[in-house]
């Protein structure tokens, strides 16, 4: 068995071509010139405070918000995951109702946990129970906005947070959509890596508005975020965006070669896909493609898809993706064998037995999903990718979650005398 180093360095040999995270696509037109050894530097006179900002950390974040229309900006070197965490814990104390999008990363769950916030879940936007918080996904992992213009006119009274995480480009081309922000959202957050040409991790949260306590804000985040924040990250993060600024004829040529790309696939277009839903707001970069062999594709022309079900996989594009690339995927789609769109329907919302926090201080145990029919869950079960739970501390354990999963997890649950 090979070690990590090991493995990365036989994967780059092997010249796989990534439709995958992280956005740089390994691209060295958007990697800073200097030796990247030089840029790896703690807390500094001249290098600022992650935490305290008020040098060149505190400009990056003022230039961002620019950029993004924010009121307030904050690196984030942890990932989104982070953000949100902070987000929900900043607006949510134990026993607030919080409205959770049934269709929220894992960390949104976390959150839950540890805020001790009581969650009311919701699969459509036209059903948002009344709560103090709201928490939605937009766009989806493969790349489905909501109309957050109408979610914040229904819902005046909630601080609405928007896990953004896969809109990070959307201020780069008029060809995408407007971003939460843009209507009005209180808490924005942005992965940076997953979109655009930043190392991993690389995340931003925004706040707009003054629903949002940013002192408290600020204290959870610095809870959330190592003490040692990673400046090769934040220095990717800077670089990036001062990159795209001063060379908008990036964007320019990449969603040229994207809509002639998208005319080339179009016969294998998922019906989950952006371009299928019959809406100009979605995000056109995800290729959500109709085809059952592409594992085979992968070998074949040496790529390698974000995601692979059965029936389709999902091709992750970037600005900082080559004309190599695409025609690779052009090329290898000519062999694509069509696929029967799977009905791929999710259990009912969950009954939540108690909140996520209450659930994971009892008394557990381990057992096998198929073996845990009405126990209640004390951890996950959250494939990745996308990291989206099917269940989740608190809930119960019904047939239709077991006949939905495709393994037989292992999980921990609530011992029967500690359940209430």
């Not at 995340?203 to 959330?224: E, P, Q, S, T, W």
């Not at 869950?377 to 989206?388: E, K, L, Q, T, Y």
Request: proline letters at 7%; charged letters at 20%.
């Amino acid at each position: 068995m090979k070690s990590l180093y090991e493995e990365l360095e036989l994967r780059i040999d092997k010249d796989i071509y990534p439709f995958h995270m992280p956005g740089h696509k390994r691209n060295r037109i958007f990697m800073p010139p200097l030796n990247l050894i030089d840029l790896d530097v703690t807390e500094l006179a001249e290098t600022d405070n992650l935490h305290e900002p008020t040098g060149c950390i505190k400009e990056t974040q003022e230039r961002i918000s620019q950029i993004y229309g924010a009121e307030t900006s904050f690196l984030l070197v942890n990932g989104s995951s982070s953000g949100i965490i902070a987000a929900i814990c900043a607006t949510c104390s134990r026993g607030d109702t919080i409205a959770v999008d049934r269709r929220s990363h894992k960390s949104v769950y976390s959150a839950l946990i540890l805020s001790g916030a009581n969650p009311v879940y919701f699969w459509g936007f036209d059903q948002i129970p009344a709560a103090k918080v709201i928490v939605i996904t937009s766009p989806t992992y493969e790349g489905i906005t909501a109309d957050v213009a109408n979610i914040l006119e229904k819902n005046r009274e909630s601080i609405l947070i928007v896990d953004e995480a896969h809109g990070a480009h959307f201020p780069f081309h008029p060809i995408f959509p407007k971003g939460a922000l843009h209507h009005g959202a209180d808490v924005v957050i942005h992965s940076f890596h997953k979109t655009l040409p930043a190392f991993s991790q690389s995340a931003v949260l925004h706040i707009r508005g003054n629903r949002v306590d940013r002192d408290k804000l600020k204290v959870f985040l610095a809870i959330m975020q190592t003490s040692s924040p990673s400046y090769l990250i934040m220095a990717s993060t800077d670089y990036t965006l001062n990159t795209l600024r001063k060379n908008p004829d990036l964007f320019e040529r990449y969603v040229e070669r994207l809509i002639e790309l998208r005319k080339a696939l179009a016969l294998h277009d998922s019906p989950g896909s952006p371009s299928s839903s019959g809406s100009s707001s979605n995000d056109i970069s995800k290729l959500l493609l109709n085809i059952s062999n592409a594992r085979e594709l992968e070998v074949a022309y040496n790529l390698a898809f974000e995601a692979i079900s059965p029936t389709s996989a999902l091709a992750l594009t970037s600005v900082a993706d080559t004309e190599d690339g695409f025609m690779r995927l052009k090329n290898a789609i000519k062999l694509a064998k069509p696929a029967c769109p799977a009905k791929d329907t999710p259990p009912p919302l969950p009954q939540l037995i108690t909140t996520p926090q209450e659930a994971m201080q009892k008394t557990t145990k381990t057992a096998k999903l198929k073996d845990s029919l009405n126990e209640v869950a004390a951890s996950f079960i959250a494939p990745v990718p996308p990291g989206i739970p099917i269940i989740a501390p608190g809930e119960l354990i019904t047939q239709d979650v077991i006949n939905y999963c495709t393994k037989d997890y292992d999980l921990q649950i609530i011992k029967g005398d500690e359940e209430t």
